[in-house]
């Protein structure tokens, strides 16, 4: 037994000393910027693993090899998680290579990692001690939540078969997520269903609940889905071409899902927000509703757009500073366009008037069928629509009669000359019952009185006002007291004059004249004046 042991412990010193004595023989290099990135990376692949001599290119910073090895391989996990794909031959080779940003002898490895860079040390390139001391919270960014500890349980080199460039367990591993991913998406959408039913059901909108729970609960899923898949797909650590490509493809999918809820809860929103518009007195808000689904709906695509582009690591900044000095020019030569938008804004501010109103403004004189982000659409009397720029409505002065409290009606009633002077007083006290009486008048204030004595008639002035909210009911009010006023007269014998001449002549042998004789003299006349102011 003894023997056995000491056999095994000769092959395991042997086998140590073989791999060693390999190591040992293994040639790197640090000479430039190319030579320190070439050497960490090349000596981590699947069937060239060997992290002891990839270690070399970080600075020691007093760590021990061991976990310097350790450090050099999440280096690299690093760069496979976040999908960085290094081209060896865009990076320098002198040996004195200077930064023209820093002005320093340093080489950054990628934009998107600036803290990780090799620098000049004496006559070699290493990764900077800044660099190593930030790889463990680095690495803690792009595996979060523990799943680094899956990466010990992964083969770091060469083993199994091959299938189109991936190990047999990574293929399994990408079944299984695939597997998982759908089981989550079922199951997540079922519990979104239900939670945003009963939500809407205790808002009391059971009939919208069925039509927006299935077009909701579907994106919200897949917004929780996607980001487990960006967080284990780099664990499977596929090559780095592909993973670079799959990583871009899941980070800028998952906006449009995103896009597409935010979308939805547009509509959602919309609903809600026109059931409040029901709820109040102006017509305005009905209107202001779709306007406001409209500007955030476009909202949504655009800045869900801006983040699908950068996650296509696009230069976004450079794009919007595009946008800004694009749309000054626009601004400038869009000028009616940014005029008319703000005037539909005080529209929505000041409501000078709602849908539905009649108005006069200028030469139109209609009613109000629409308000647009450019212009106002009216219905004029002649049934023709007319659309006016919110900017020219806006500084002109508008007379509203929508919002007049009480309808003025105001007319003279003529009589002819020989209504006898008690007839006059009655029939004008029985005008006044009238307006009393009708349902629809204003009672505190009217005026009826024998007004004028015309050229063919006596005239009695006749104004009164009706509280009525529309045009249709002013004239069907009108007609109603038009016709009582027609009925009243017929009933105490008043007969309504009209414009006419009599031709009298004078005189003519044998006839006497149709002309007064006054033979009355001036005291006379005094004393019947008397008489009449003592009544």
Known sequence: MRSILTVFILLATVSLNYGQNQTDTLEYNLSSPYETVLTHLKYLQTDNYYPSISSKALNPADQNNERLSKLAVKLKQIFDGNGIYIELEDIPREANFLDSVSNKRRYIISAKLPDIYVEKVGNRWLYSTKTVNKIESLHQVVYPFGTDKLLDLLPPSKGGFKIFGLWGWQLLGILILVIVCVILHKIFTLIFERLILQ????????????????????P????????????????????IGMSKYVII??????????????????????????????????????QLV??????????????????????????????????????????????????NFFGSLMIFIDRPFQVGDWITSGDVDGTIEEVGFRSTRIRTFRNSVMYIPNGVITNQMIDNHGLRKYRRFMTKIAMTYDTPPHLIDVFVEGLKKIVDNHPKTRKDYY??????????????????FFDVPSWTEELRSRHEVLLEIVKLADQLGVNFAFPTQT?????????????????ENSPELKKKLESFLKK
């Open 503 to 519: 031709l009298h002549v004078e005189s003519f042998p044998e006839k006497k004249s149709n002309s007064p004789e006054y033979t």
């Open 447 to 464: 005026e009826i009185h024998f007004n004028d004595m015309g050229a063919s008639s006596l005239d009695v002035l006749f104004y009164i």
């Open 199 to 218: 939500a809407l059901m205790r808002m009391g909108y059971r009939k919208l609940a069925h039509e927006v729970v299935i077009p909701v609960a579907k």
């Open 220 to 239: 919200i899923s897949f917004l929780v889905i996607f980001p487990l898949l960006i967080l284990f797909v780099p664990v499977l650590q596929l090559p």
């Open 249 to 286: 493809a899941l980070q800028a999918i998952w906006p449009v899902f995103a896009i597409v809820f935010f979308y939805r809860l547009v509509d959602i929103f919309s609903i809600y927000l026109s059931k409040l518009a029901e709820k109040t007195e102006s017509t305005l808000d009905d």
């Open 290 to 339: 779709p306007l406001l689904r409209k500007v955030l709906k476009t909202f949504v695509v655009i800045v869900g757009g801006l983040f699908i582009l950068d996650n296509l690591e696009f230069d976004i900044t450079g794009l919007i500073a595009g946008i800004s000095i694009g749309g000054l020019a626009f601004a400038l030569a869009a000028q009616d366009t940014i005029k």
